[in-house]
């Protein structure tokens, strides 16, 4: 099914299972522990070797020497896997380092070796007994100092650079100006579920359970990687502990799982052990952005730049932080550009909202600055600033934009005119509280998508596809899509995901999942009823599914009677996102406590306020925007992968040493959705959250640490350190 | 509970290449390693426990942690390792009516012990009250962290009412209140990164005011 | 983790006998710290022996009005003691605010004695460090140092005791009870139990090889207000950046150690006499010697400010 126009009534629209909150259809698994996961499969047939992975002690450089002697003599060793024995592997098109390093070494805790053996204490303590020595070489682990060698590097559909109107001159002349540099760090994914997989072959052929948002993706690059045809490829991923970016591709542990599988000749389990995962696999880039604001002294945007540096293994992508600088404001003088460092850190890739998360960590703290300078309410002024259409091509609008909205709404409901304007001003006990409020903006990204329906002879309906539930919801909003269109209850419909014999899905990424996987099955569905109406003698023009029965005038007949039918089918996008802007948007309003003695900071109060399109289950919806807010507190306050730059590898890399947010750590969170249908996004009229609700959340409680205490920190993550001589009360 | 029809998550026949058997050294519980080298062969020891109410006897190499043994040895997989050094929780179990991080234990050590995993709390269909909260509450994302998340709540639960202290308790000598800080400082070892915290909060909060 | 035999006997003089018989030989109690290390590489005994069914999980008053603490009482046990509540709350305050549920419900008064450092570079077995192979080097000297030392440092190692428990003890006097393999008993005061580093940072305690702890005891309570404020990025689960931990007499005398600043918990009693005078007088002279890296220097602030601020409760 082609999507070129915007979507008409179609019976999703009846709302009589999609937009309910809905328990999730897997939930009674997950509480029971019986939802398999990747490392949990047990299946008779299968009794897997364990493998160890052995990571690089070097950053950079060459290994000099393998004794694998000890090693393979050790009890219960069946094989190691290493650069030699695995022969020349090819480079997945979604990965920059190579998976399996040696001779030469990539990045710290590159995996150079896999030990196998029978059980995994045996793999684990065999695995400590290779010996490698490494010709260490000298390599560049700052971002500040490679800064100045960066490159021009484009991302995506966004250009390296771009400029409307005259920015210098328009930012020069402006009556008010802000000129700021902030910094991110690296940040970690840090899903619970370990990047983990099971590889059996049977004779030229490859099964593989893993843990993967992106399974057709994924089965292409072990193709590539291992250089087999892909129909001799099978990825069953039905159960994933967490990606947030960090699975969209393959890692070592699928590799090495199956290489190891295919020299000892037995089915191989990989778990990449946590102290490992952080410097092996991949990681959000950190970034110095430049920031400037030139406004009229009305408030006024007249100029707005953004420019970021980021780095990456050569060849490797810009993290992409001013992507939303080109559509959030109005201001007809605008410049942005991404450059891209080469550093010898491990691979950075995209984790939750790339390019916007850190992007709006740095934007919506400089807009708070501006608004500071203006004397103005920084809800005023974002809404003075907002824009109905893509100020870079004003012929083309929005397609939905309830930013203004939403900083209303969530303003109200918050409190925010109680906020007392002046930084510093409000004590509770030994805390000083200050609210911030910051917007929320996410591109509306769409992706072609498919799915297979079949309705059973019982009247069941199954859906298969290769999507994937990352935590998402996916499997209930899909279920809720199915019975929606065939007119049918949740529980009569079965949804399987996350195996690579089902149609190509859109994969869970970049907020699009939601949207585009349920369209898929919209499309399947609408197939699905046609090939019933058929059968069963309809008109499928007026054909009604309801309530397990189709009808036509006077006529009904149970959907049942119309037997076993199967029908798939695709959405492809085309054509509208030229047309229209799709993003989605929203404001987060924060309340923090700054202990006056030691600077500890506690957020108190969260709000969210979201526009993203038709919200298909929003119980489901809202644990995706109260997660990715918890997520955005831990970028505000903690997190930071810490960079030994002598060294050049992730020195806290661990769960004790990378500080996440624990329970105390996160309040009562509040989330409003606003009505919401976009009828150019899709025939689901929905969009996503998942993304939007960390952007510009870390803002936020950045704004909220300055109105409590008068001290800005552009350097995240803000911790004590950065406020504790400067706290008013430090005397 | 027909969502997935009968737990079919396409499972997929597949041949193994060789036997099972492993190669492991048997030596007497009270014989001791040969000193030093560090390939020296495993130990294997015996223990047998209480899982879930069943009795479970196992041949056990001494570095197998309680919850290798419990997830690779007897395929109770809800308890899962995130970290495997307790910085996560999500291997959490209660042994002996206490919830620990079966990660940091070694099974050989629990001789005779109690414990109960996710597992025996309920099943589909027949959901311990703390499961189907989390269900009604969507106290979770992904279900990884989740079952050390209901351990520790329902354990959580048990140690407030038995008066046991936390960090935000602010007066030692009176009775520990049920409140939503106390639940939060209490539940801060089982890390969920998809943040379904503040409900997983109202989960706990709801069935305590039943049991309350 | 290598392989290892393991037994467990049931006295002490038998336990520590089977220690001494070993030098790759290891006492495991709780194992929250041990196994942690032993699956790294860090520790590599070769013999395991559990004390855990040594009967030393008592809480018993001593002679002198004090209390006697079984090595083996877990830390949540401790913690919940209706005495030690009450007449030594720095104690059970500093337990909860330390690690996790589950890991209190296992962790041992002995076993979070010994418990070694949270050092990155300790942790990590690619990069030098004098503690983990005495002689390779130090990484974190001119590497990652937020986290680590500032006073009691030295040239070969800059890395802290990570405890909670350890540093009320030390306001506390506790003394630390020992049996070794011959049967001979010796009590330690809690302020030799820990040792600075100098050029052996391997040697951490002042426990002999092979020596078992039994006890810890502590004196008569000595009544004031007790307080433990530990400071640190999150809000739970997390190791110390700064803590204090502080009894406070009505008359503003009183004691103070900080943990998360040294190689042990750092007590000045000389610097107690200015408690009195205020939070900036007592760190003065507290953290006479301090040498920070550039990383960690706000750690002395940070605790001067945390003092201040439980002088300021104190005061009501």
């Known amino acids: 099914?082609?999507?070129?126009?915007?979507?008409?009534?179609?019976?999703?629209?009846?709302?009589?299972?999609?937009?309910?909150?809905?328990?999730?259809?897997?939930?009674?698994?997950?509480?029971?522990?019986?939802?398999?996961?990747?490392?949990?499969?047990?299946?008779?047939?299968?009794?897997?070797?364990?493998?160890?992975?052995?990571?690089?002690?070097?950053?950079?450089?060459?290994?000099?020497?393998?004794?694998?002697?000890?090693?393979?003599?050790?009890?219960?060793?069946?094989?190691?896997?290493?650069?030699?024995?695995?022969?020349?592997?090819?480079?997945?098109?979604?990965?920059?380092?190579?998976?399996?390093?040696?001779?030469?070494?990539?990045?710290?805790?590159?995996?150079?070796?896999?030990?196998?053996?029978?059980?995994f204490e045996q793999a684990r303590a065999a695995a400590a007994l290779v010996r490698v020595d490494y010709d260490e070489a000298k390599g560049a682990f700052d971002l500040a100092a490679s800064r100045g060698s960066a490159k021009a590097a484009k991302i995506q559909t966004n250009p390296a650079e771009t400029a409307i109107g005259n920015f210098e001159a328009a930012f020069g002349k402006a009556a008010v100006r802000l000129e700021e540099t902030y910094t991110t760090p690296n940040e970690a994914h840090a899903m619970m579920e370990p990047h983990a997989s099971i590889a059996s072959w049977e004779g030229d052929a490859l099964t593989v359970w893993t843990s993967n948002q992106m399974i057709d993706r994924s089965v292409s690059d072990i193709v590539k990687t291992l250089k087999m045809p892909k129909e001799k490829v099978r990825l069953i991923s039905p159960f994933i502990g967490g990606g947030f970016g960090g699975k969209l591709w393959i890692r070592s542990d699928v590799i090495l799982a199956a290489l190891g599988a295919r020299q000892a000749g037995r089915p191989v389990k990989v778990a990449l052990t946590r102290p490992l995962m952080f410097n092996n696999t991949v990681h959000r880039s950190g970034t110095i952005q430049r920031i400037r604001i030139g406004a009229d002294t009305d408030g006024t945007i007249i100029a707005i730049g953004h420019e970021s540096w980021s780095g990456n293994q050569v060849g490797g992508r810009p993290e992409g932080a001013v992507a939303q600088t080109r559509l959030l404001y109005a201001g007809s003088n605008r410049m942005t550009a991404e450059r891209v460092a080469a550093l010898d850190l491990p691979e950075s890739n995209a984790m939750r909202a790339p390019g916007e998360a850190p992007g709006l960590m740095a934007l919506e703290m400089a807009v708070d600055e501006m608004a500071d300078r203006l004397g103005m309410d920084p809800v005023q002024f974002r809404i003075k600033n907002d824009t109905q259409v893509d100020p870079e091509k004003p012929e083309r609008p929005f397609s939905q934009r309830q930013l203004v909205a939403a900083l209303r709404d969530g303003a109200e409901r918050f409190g925010w005119s109680k906020r007392v304007a002046t930084p510093g001003q409000v004590r509770d006990g030994r805390w000083r509280v200050g609210l911030g409020v910051a917007a929320a903006f996410r591109n509306n990204q769409v992706m072609k998508s498919g799915a297979r329906v079949r309705l059973g002879a019982d009247g069941m309906v199954t859906v298969e596809t290769d999507m994937t539930d990352i935590g998402t919801g996916t499997y209930t909003i899909i279920g809720q899509t199915a019975a929606e269109m065939m007119g049918v209850t949740l529980d009569k419909v079965v949804v399987r995901l996350g195996d690579s014999s089902f149609p190509i899905s859109s994969g869970s990424g970049g907020q699009w999942g939601a949207n585009s996987s349920t369209s898929g099955v919209y499309a399947a569905c609408a197939k699905l009823r046609e090939a019933v109406t058929q059968k069963l003698g309809f008109n499928s023009d007026d054909a009604v599914f309801e309530d397990s029965q189709v009808r036509s005038g006077n006529r009904s007949l149970p959907l049942a009677e119309a037997g076993e039918l199967v029908a798939e089918d695709a959405i492809e996008f085309e054509g509208l996102a030229n047309k229209y802007q799709q993003s989605t948007f929203g404001a987060h309003f924060v309340e923090v406590g700054v202990d006056a003695a030691t600077a500890e900071i506690r957020v108190r109060r969260m709000l969210a306020v979201c526009a993203g399109g038709r919200i298909l289950n929003p119980k489901s919806a809202r644990s995706q925007v109260i997660g990715a807010m918890t997520m955005g507190v831990g970028a505000a306050l903690m997190e930071e992968l810490v960079v030994d730059k002598t060294r050049g590898f992730f020195v806290n890399h661990d769960l004790a040493g990378y500080e996440v947010p624990v329970h105390a750590d996160i309040p009562h969170q509040e989330v409003i959705f606003l009505d919401e249908v976009d009828p150019i996004s899709s025939p689901m009229k929905a969009k996503g959250v998942g993304e939007l609700g960390i952007c510009g959340c870390a803002a936020a409680v950045a704004n909220a640490i300055y109105n409590a205490t008068g001290i800005r920190v552009r350097d995240y993550p803000i911790t004590l350190d950065k406020l504790l001589e400067r706290m008013p009360d430090a005397a | 509970m027909t969502q997935f029809g009968e737990l079919d998550f396409n499972r997929r026949e597949v041949v193994a290449g060789a036997s099972a058997c492993t190669a492991l050294t048997i030596l007497p519980l009270t014989a001791r390693a040969e000193a030093a080298t560090v390939g020296s062969p495993p130990v294997l020891s015996p223990v047998a426990f209480t899982v879930n109410g069943e009795r479970r006897e196992l041949q056990l190499d001494t570095r197998t942690t309680l919850l290798d043994a419990v997830r690779e040895h007897l395929h109770l997989t809800g308890a899962k390792k995130g970290c495997d050094h307790g910085q996560c929780g999500a291997c959490t179990m209660i042994v002996g009516g206490r919830r620990i991080n079966s990660c940091l234990t070694l099974a050989v050590m629990h001789q005779d012990d109690d414990i109960t995993t996710i597992e025996g709390l309920g099943k589909p269909g027949a959901l311990h009250p703390m499961q189907a909260a989390f269900v009604k509450h969507d106290g979770y994302q992904c279900g990884f962290c989740t079952p050390g998340q209901i351990c520790s709540s329902v354990a959580v639960l048990a140690e407030i009412e038995a008066g046991i202290p936390s960090h935000v308790t602010v007066d030692l000598t009176a009775k520990t209140e049920l409140t939503t800080i106390e639940i939060r400082e209490r539940m801060s070892g089982n890390i969920c990164r998809c943040g379904a915290y503040s409900n997983i909060v109202d989960a706990m909060t709801e069935v305590a005011g039943r049991q309350g | 983790m290598r392989a290892f035999s393991y037994e467990r006997p049931t006295t002490p003089a038998e336990a520590a006998s089977a220690i001494a018989a070993r030098p790759d030989a290891k006492f495991i109690a709780g194992g929250t710290n041990l196994l942690d290390l032993m699956k790294l590489q860090i520790e590599m005994p070769a013999h395991l022996v559990d004390v855990n069914g040594l009967g030393l999980d008592k809480i018993e008053p001593t002679a002198e009005g004090g209390l006697r603490i079984g090595a083996l009482v877990r830390n949540t046990d401790l913690a919940a003691d209706g005495r030690v509540r009450k007449e030594y709350g720095v104690l059970s305050r500093a337990i909860v605010a330390g690690a996790s549920g589950q890991l209190r419900n296992k962790a041992t008064t002995a076993g979070n004695l010994l418990q070694r450092t949270r050092c990155p570079y300790f942790y990590d077995t690619a990069q030098a460090c004098n503690k983990r192979q005495p002689g390779s080097g130090c990484a974190a000297i001119g590497g990652i140092s937020r986290q680590l030392g500032v006073i009691g440092t030295s040239e070969a190692c800059i890395a802290t005791n990570p405890g909670d428990m350890s540093v009320a003890l030390r306001v506390l006097d506790a003394t630390v009870e020992t049996v070794d393999a011959k049967g001979a008993t010796r009590t330690i005061p809690i302020a030799e139990f820990h040792r600075l580093p100098g050029d052996t940072p391997q040697v951490e305690t002042a426990l002999k090889p092979g020596e078992l702890i039994t006890a810890v005891s502590l004196p008569r309570p000595v009544g004031g207000t007790h307080f433990y404020r530990k400071v640190r990025d999150r809000a739970s689960y997390a190791f110390a950046l700064v803590s204090v931990a502080a009894i406070v007499q009505r008359d503003g005398s009183g004691r103070v150690a900080f943990g998360g600043l040294a190689p042990k918990p750092w007590r000045v009693e000389a610097a107690e006499a200015d408690l009195p005078e205020g939070a900036k007088r007592v760190a003065d002279r507290a953290f006479a010697e301090a040498k920070p890296t550039r990383d960690n220097a706000f750690k002395l602030k940070l605790a001067e400010r945390a003092l201040d601020a439980v002088l300021t409760e104190a005061r009501g």
């Open chain 1, 1 to 119: 099914m082609k999507f070129d126009t915007p979507a008409g009534r179609n019976p999703i629209d009846q709302l009589k299972v999609i937009g309910k909150p809905t328990d999730r259809i897997e939930g009674p698994y997950k509480v029971t522990g019986t939802a398999p996961y990747a490392y949990d499969w047990h299946d008779p047939t299968l009794t897997p070797l364990y493998g160890f992975v052995v990571g690089s002690g070097v950053a950079k450089g060459r290994i000099a020497g393998m004794d694998l002697t000890t090693a393979k003599a050790a009890p219960g060793v069946v094989t190691i896997v290493t650069a030699e024995t695995a022969g020349p592997l090819g480079l997945g098109q979604f990965n920059t380092a190579p998976l399996l390093g040696g001779p030469e070494v990539a990045h710290y805790h590159q995996a150079v070796a896999l030990v196998v053996a029978e059980s």
